[in-house]
């Protein structure tokens, strides 16, 4: 995970938790998914960075930019 990215993912307890990409520790635990993707983009916003959201297995089911785009859409 490059380190200008935020990461919404599954705790070890069932909860949910925000994670700075290369961190292994969680910068805030949530009940709820929906509340751990609600702070997590607002961080992601301030910071200009990369925004994920993984599903329970853990694949990334969504991703925003709030940053330099290295895709960015063409036209």
Do not use: C, L
């Amino acid at each position: 995970m490059p380190n200008n990215t935020q990461h919404v993912v599954r705790a070890t307890d069932g909860g949910w938790v925000v994670r700075k990409g290369g961190s292994s520790k969680a910068t805030k635990h949530f009940e709820t998914q929906d509340e751990a993707i609600i702070w997590g983009r607002e961080i992601a916003k301030h910071q200009n960075a990369e925004f994920y959201v993984h599903g329970r297995d853990g694949k990334i089911r969504e991703k925003n930019s709030y940053g330099k785009d290295p895709h960015p859409p063409k036209g």
